[in-house]
């Protein structure tokens, strides 16, 4: 078990939940407040329909119930029965078999709801192994599914297609490090299941936001020989694929979903929590009617210490016994909710997650929003967290996409300003105290577009989900350059390159911490489909086979995150104050087209679109490093001067050019006040000499 957490989530009471074996024997504790009874059913190891054992719970101070006894050793299947009060918020049926919300390990019978618990040894020889604790601002985060990741490689052995094994296999690792990637994010892992409305369609549940357990791997990732050998072979399996990253010094982040569980609205399936207090576990009205700020059908209490002490307990699992190096938390505000179910900063919870000692080296990352009434908290989480930063997300793709759309018909919009404010860190979204680091910048990600049907698509194409539709954003800040998918067009092509170009290296030379997602890198499409979540098909797996010019593109993403590394101006840690001198921060200076500092009213003036952003790293030791990037958003081609103004620049060194299909490899030498053709629609790199 974790070790003790911290007292203010429900203290001493709430430790050791679940089976800890000890002494020859086992311990069960359950925590049911409003329960009458509490028992553990032990079922036959090869026939899960079979009860060999019913052993009642004895109740504990702070609503645990606990028993010792040696019929849960490893590998015990196991279910608990629980019974109590009806009415308003309660549905305890004593008839019904459920699963022990800490279990490690699941056997699936036949049926949705035919799952038991299995108690697992922990245990695994991590051999020296240790976790390789990137720097944030060394971090570029690579998105992607375990099963889509690997499906279609063809260097990956068949038998390990689509599994942890798969993932760790050397052909993806040597293309993680040839890409530059330092973690890789998960789609959940946690054991879920598909909803029953899409079983009825003949889809599934493919992207997994759709919680069984909390403690346990989904077994349909581990490899045909692990799944035959049980759920300690699939543990071993998991554990296996981290050390194996781990060992290659690649982070392995899990995309998580505590904000609600597979049980759905009232009615739906009865798993787990709604069995053993459903009052106490979700959010409810005073006569019991759900309060969902998901979209789903429940949410999670976490204004409830057990709830709470739920989530965080499973964090320290996955930190410790796992070893996993980061957490994404799929709608997050609703973790943070109080009991009047509003959004609190200081909620207990959020505050545990980045203060608990066990959780000290772990990255947390929000997804900073819900579906609740004042869900969206962009720029509102605690010191500490970083936050998925939809504004930078939207401003890049307005620039580079709707923009340039609608200046062909009429002219920009909008001038460079804003554009600028998300290149340089967002500060006006996050305060100076968390930095530039708390801004976690991406284009796309796996809800929404690829970036390659960005800039192919003005409109979503999702009828393969079976919503008519209806299903999937509506706005994308999408732009198809005059074609609605596929096209043969010579020119819209090449537009299409170029935008991808911009896009990935407006991510890649941003402050704060990029975010790639799978198969962008190389331009993979889903054909339109901007919510492929039911999509468990080629659609959705990515396709290895590549083109030239996606072999360009990947070329351009593996020198991008090599300047990266290599240039801390591109990547400070904090913020930059005038006049001060602040470590690990870039002093930034703008500039116009001519080469002189930009006036106040040129940030906001839609003619405006072109600008040279210098930045200077401020080192604790060590020299300085400083970049000149330029940027220029219309159409039409430009003639930009180099600055002449700054101090001690002798050349400019060019270093990438997004309006080059192969990335160059001569680094060209300008001096200052010199003057380059710009392309339009296009940036170029330099190193300030």
Excluded at 534 to 542: K, T, Y
């Amino acid at each position: 078990m974790p070790a003790q957490s911290t007292p203010s989530l429900g203290g001493s009471a709430l430790d050791d939940l679940g089976v800890r074996l000890h002494d020859g024997v086992a311990t069960l504790r359950v925590w049911s407040q409003n329960a009458s009874s509490v028992e553990v059913v032990v079922f036959d190891a090869d026939d899960l329909d079979w009860e060999t054992a019913q052993v009642p719970l004895d109740r504990k101070p702070g609503g645990v119930w606990e028993v010792t006894t040696d019929l849960l050793q490893p590998g015990a299947r196991y279910s608990l029965r629980v019974d109590g009060p009806h009415g308003p918020g309660n549905t305890f049926n004593a008839e019904t078999l459920l699963l022990d919300p800490y279990g490690r390990g699941l056997a699936q019978g036949d049926g949705y709801e035919e799952w038991r618990s299995v108690v697992i040894a922990d245990g695994f020889d991590w051999g020296g192994v240790r976790k390789p604790n990137t720097p944030m601002d060394r971090t570029v985060i690579y998105e992607g599914h375990i099963k889509g990741l690997t499906k279609r490689h063809p260097d990956v052995t068949a038998a390990l297609h689509g599994t942890y094994a798969g993932l760790a296999h050397p052909a993806m690792i040597e293309y993680f490090k040839s890409i530059g990637v330092t973690a890789i994010e998960l789609l959940p892992v946690h054991a879920f299941v598909p909803e029953p409305r899409l079983l009825e369609k003949g889809l599934t549940n493919y992207w997994g936001y759709n919680t069984l357990s909390f403690f346990t791997p989904h077994n349909a990732y581990a490899s045909e020989s692990a799944r035959k050998e049980g759920p300690e072979a699939v543990l071993a399996e998991f554990k296996g694929m981290v050390k194996l990253l781990h060992e290659a010094g690649l982070e392995v982040i899990l995309d998580v979903v505590y904000n609600h569980t597979c049980e759905e609205g009232l009615g739906g399936p009865r798993s787990s929590l709604r069995g053993i207090d459903n009052a106490l576990y979700y959010r409810q009205q005073p006569d019991g009617s759900y309060i969902d700020t998901t979209g789903v059908g429940n949410t999670v209490n976490t204004a409830t210490d057990a709830a709470a002490r739920l989530v965080l307990d499973s964090l320290r699992y996955w930190a410790t016994e796992m070893q996993i190096d980061g957490f994404r938390f799929d709608l997050a505000t609703a973790l943070g909710r109080d009991a009047n179910h509003e959004y609190d900063r200081e909620h207990p919870l959020l505050t545990a997650i980045r203060t608990d000692p066990v959780l000290q080296d772990v990255k947390i990352i929000a997804e900073p929003w819900d579906v609740g009434l004042g869900g969206w908290q962009t720029g509102n989480f605690p010191d500490g967290w970083s936050e998925w930063n939809d504004r930078y997300r939207d401003r890049a793709r307005n620039f580079w996409l709707s923009d340039i759309d609608y200046a062909r018909r009429a002219s920009a919009p909008v001038g460079i300003g804003g554009f600028a404010n998300r290149l340089a860190g967002s500060a006006n979204t996050y305060s100076e105290e968390r930095g530039p680091l708390a801004s976690i910048n991406f284009v796309t990600a796996h809800d929404g577009f690829t970036l390659h049907d960005l800039v192919a698509y003005d409109v979503k194409h999702n009828e393969a989900n079976g919503e008519g539709n209806r299903d999937g954003a509506d706005m994308n800040r999408s732009f198809n350059h005059g074609v609605e998918g596929p096209t043969d067009d010579p020119t819209i092509l090449a537009q299409r390159r170029k935008a991808m170009r911009n896009l990935l290296g407006t991510l890649l030379l941003s402050a704060g911490v990029p975010m790639i997602t799978a198969g962008d890198e190389f331009g993979r499409t889903q054909r339109g489909n901007n919510n492929a979540y039911c999509q468990d098909s080629p659609l959705s797996w990515l396709n290895w086979e590549h083109e030239e010019w996606q072999r360009d593109l990947t070329a351009h993403v593996a020198l991008l995150t090599r300047l990266r590394a290599e240039n801390p101006a591109l990547r400070p840690s904090r913020y930059a104050r005038l006049g001060e001198h602040i470590p690990d921060s870039s002093v930034m200076d703008w500039f116009d087209q001519n080469g002189e500092t930009m006036e106040v009213e040129q940030w906001n003036d839609p003619r405006n679109r072109t600008l040279q952003y210098v930045a200077a790293s401020v080192p604790e030791n060590g020299a300085s490093n400083r970049i000149l990037l330029i940027v220029h958003g219309t159409e039409s081609p430009i003639d930009v001067r180099l600055p002449d103004s700054i101090e001690g620049a002798t050349a400019f060194v060019e270093l990438w050019s997004s309006a080059d299909d192969t990335p160059q490899s001569e680094q060209r030498r300008h001096a200052p006040g010199e003057v380059l053709p710009v392309p339009g629609t296009s940036m170029r790199l330099f190193r300030v000499e």
